[in-house]
């Protein structure tokens, strides 16, 4: 098992640029969740899903879309790139009755200039 | 609502040396509670969980204990080593079915020094 992947690893965009964020988990997983990492700021949620074809917004959704066409895949797209978007972020997967144990992706550390 | 308060780091520890990282929460009910570490360059991974009140959580000599009277998971090792460097984030799930979500701490880094 690969587990959960993300690509790219790191990403420079300049403002207003677009990009899509990709994640994909080889466990059967049905849930499927992105959060960003800020120092001082923890980790919050930006989308989960619990299964193929449906998404939900998190503590900070604005500037970001989600779709989930597939149980694998999960891809984080930011539709207009801010400076205010350079974080680090991270897909997680779960089975949707584990509650208690997510799996991370490596992570993908974003700049935006 | 709910809510997790860690201790600021960064705690410096020789190797050898006894490791307790605070943890308290806020929470309505009867929240599970989890403590995760962040190697570098990696994404978390979960250390321990415990889901009701009295349980000890224990994963590679790290405990920790859930008291509901003190509202606190502290974590703990006897003897770390330079290995264990890395950031350990305490989170609680609140009671909300399998829909449920993580509240995070903000983190506590480790250094251990040989």
């Known amino acids: 098992n690969a587990g959960v992947t993300q690509t790219p690893k790191f990403q420079v965009l300049k403002t207003g640029q677009s990009m899509t964020l990709q994640c994909a988990q080889d466990?059967?997983?049905?849930?499927m969740s992105w959060y960003r990492q800020d120092p001082g700021m923890g980790l919050r949620l930006i989308h989960y899903?619990?299964?193929?074809?449906?998404?939900d917004q998190g503590e900070v959704p604005n500037g970001y879309n989600v779709s989930r066409s597939t149980t694998e895949d999960f891809p984080l797209r930011l539709l207009s790139a801010a400076p205010s978007q350079t974080s680090v972020y991270f897909c997680?997967?779960?089975?949707?009755?584990?509650?208690?144990?997510?799996?991370f992706g490596p992570g993908t550390r974003l700049t935006v200039t | 609502g709910n809510s997790v308060t860690q201790m600021e780091g960064p705690v410096t520890l020789s190797e050898e040396a006894f490791l307790t990282i605070n943890c308290t929460y806020t929470?309505?009910?009867?929240?599970?509670l989890f403590w995760y570490v962040q190697y570098p360059g990696e994404g978390l991974q979960l250390l321990l969980k415990?889901?009701?009140a009295d349980d000890k959580g224990s994963n590679k000599g790290f405990e920790a204990t859930y008291r509901k009277e003190t509202t606190s998971f502290h974590l703990e090792k006897g003897s770390v080593q330079v290995s264990d460097s890395a950031v350990y984030f305490c989170?609680?799930?609140?009671?909300?079915?399998?829909?449920?979500?993580?509240?995070w701490g903000l983190g506590t880094s480790l250094a251990v020094n040989p």
């Open positions: 997680a997967s779960r089975y949707y009755h584990h509650y208690y144990e997510q799996y």
């Open positions: 415990a889901t009701k």
């Open positions: 929470a309505t009910g009867y929240p599970s």
């Open positions: 466990m059967n997983h049905e849930y």
């Open positions: 899903s619990v299964g193929a074809g449906i998404t």
């Open positions: 989170a609680l799930s609140n009671n909300a079915g399998n829909n449920r979500k993580l509240i």
